[in-house]
């Protein structure tokens, strides 16, 4: 069965960093592109990123251009989101999400593929 757990989740303070893992099994993980999704209290599902099979595309959206960056060790099977100068409106549950293809920029493909269970992240001081 398909397995995507999360971790690195945790308290940070404003301007601080911290880095996430999505730990991927039961799949050929070089096979698909992977994307973060996060949920804020409150909010929707907002689209944080996405990477293809190899690492060779990526999406951010525009409030995580250059603050977050998504990398892939496919010899690990695990994703990875490095997030610094974190603001209080980070503040979410983080998910992962695989794709139905290889590459993909359409969003619905993540959505309704595979997630895991998430990990919250809180921005306070």
């Known amino acids: 069965e398909v397995q995507l757990v999360e971790s690195g989740g945790g308290l940070v303070q404003p301007g601080g960093s911290l880095r996430l893992s999505c730990a991927a099994s039961g799949f050929t993980f070089d096979d698909y592109a992977m994307s973060w999704v996060r949920q804020a209290p409150g909010k929707g599902l907002e689209w944080v990123s996405a990477?293809?099979?190899?690492?060779?595309?990526?999406y951010y959206a525009e409030s995580m251009k250059g603050r977050f960056t998504m990398s892939r060790d496919n010899a690990k099977n695990t994703l990875y989101l490095q997030m610094n100068s974190l603001k209080s409106e980070d503040t979410a549950v983080y998910y992962c999400?695989?794709?139905?293809?290889?590459?993909?920029?359409?969003?619905?493909?993540?959505?309704?593929?595979?997630w895991g269970q998430g990990t919250q992240v809180t921005v306070s001081s």
């Open positions: 999400a695989r794709a139905f293809g290889s590459w993909t920029s359409r969003y619905s493909d993540y959505a309704f593929g595979s």
């Open positions: 990477i293809s099979w190899n690492g060779g595309n990526t």
